[in-house]
Structure formats: C-alpha cells, structure tokens
C-alpha cells in the first residue's frame, strides 16, 4: 500500500512538476520573444535613425551647393571669351541690344563681357528703345541697356522677334551655343515682341541671375 501511494505521489509530482516546467518554457518563450521583438523595434527605431540623420545631411549638403552656386560669380574667361569672339565672326553687322534683371555687380559685369565678345566679333550694338533704360558709362563707351522692371529674367536669355526669324534665329542660337560650351547657361528662342521694339529689330541678349 506505501508502495502504491508512493508511486502516485510520484506520478502526481511528476505531472506537476512537467506542468511547471512546461509553464516556466512557456513564459520564458514569451519573455524571449518580446525581448527579441523590442530589439527588432530597437533595430528599426536606430535605423530609422541613421536614415533620417543621413537625408538631413544629404539636405544640408544639396542646400551648401545651391548656396555655393548663387555665391559664384558666372566668369567668361578669356578661352570662352575668344571662342564667342569665333563663333560669332560670321555675324558681323548683326544689330543687338543688352537687358539686365536685376542689376548687381555679378549680372552686370557678365552683361559688358558678352557685350565685349559681340562687338570684338563685328556685331553692332544699339541702345535699349524703351523707356526703363539705364545709362553706364565706361571711359569713353556710354553703353545704354534695358532694366527689366517686373521682368523675371534667369540665366542669359536671347530672343528676336518671330517675324525676324530669318535674320537673327541662327545668330541667336549660335550665342547660345557658344555660351554654354564656354560654361555660362545660356537659351535662345524667338518670341512676340513688345511693338515699341519692332520697328528696330535687333538679337535681344538679357542676363539674369544664374539658376
């Protein structure tokens, strides 16, 4: 009889005993789990980290440039200066006139730099014929050059009247071409210009602020 009460004591031990353990297996593999899950959040919460930190400095950066770009002056050196001066020899006599949006130290002395590289190449300058005009004097050259007053102008713009396409669409975009080869951003395109213009029309070279 002992015999028997001691061998279901052991059973019944036993069977509470495999309970505890598997209870004890149980929680532990919950405690893991969320353990391993917190890190995998603790994973994804530094990585998100780093992510956000390198795109934050991948903004400081591209705004440095952007910066940098608006600080450096546009320069026609003087190999770009002589490869407009080239490109443009065939156009000798070609009538231009110069615009300038707005007025600063940068725009303005690439302004006279090309207005140099045209007249060394035989283009003829003329005077702006409007009314918002602005009068530099240079030495012995007055040079008298439009303002664009609620004009909006970007980069160096070249334009000619539609109907005077024949003439000064090839000249156009032959300046075009040499400006950006020579690193100034430059476009060239016929439009409809104002009629105060049409009676003279000339190749309109306007410089803005670089983009």
Same mark, same amino acid.
């Given at each position: ?83 407009? =001066? ?23 002395? /690439? ?6 590289? /045209? ?51 090839? =000249? ?24 105060? /213009? ?6 309109? =070279? ?6």
């Amino acid at each position: 009889m002992a015999i028997a009460i001691g061998i279901i004591g052991e059973v019944a031990f036993g069977m509470w005993d495999s309970r505890i353990q598997t209870e004890l297996r149980s929680r532990s593999n919950d405690k893991l789990g969320a353990a391993e899950k917190e890190a995998g959040e603790a994973n994804d919460r530094a990585a998100q980290a780093l992510k956000e930190a390198a795109e934050a400095r991948i903004r400081a950066i591209s705004a440095e440039l952007e910066l940098a770009k608006y600080r450096d002056w546009r320069r026609l050196d003087d190999a770009g200066f002589s490869s407009v =001066v080239d490109a443009m020899l065939s156009f000798a006599g070609t009538p231009f006139t110069l615009a300038v949006s707005p007025i600063e130290p940068e725009t303005t002395e /690439l302004l006279f730099r090309i207005r140099d590289a /045209l007249k060394a190449a035989g283009l003829e300058h003329q005077g702006w014929p409007q009314s918002n005009i602005i009068r530099f004097a240079e030495g012995d050259d007055a040079v008298t050059v439009g303002i664009g007053k609620g004009v909006n102008v970007r980069d160096v713009t070249i334009t000619w009247e539609f109907s005077e396409a024949p003439t000064f669409a090839r =000249v156009g975009q032959t300046l075009s071409t040499a400006l950006n080869a020579a690193g100034i951003t430059a476009g060239a395109w016929g439009e409809r210009q104002m009629p105060m /213009l049409r009676p003279n029309p000339t190749l309109r =070279v306007m410089v803005g602020r670089k983009m």
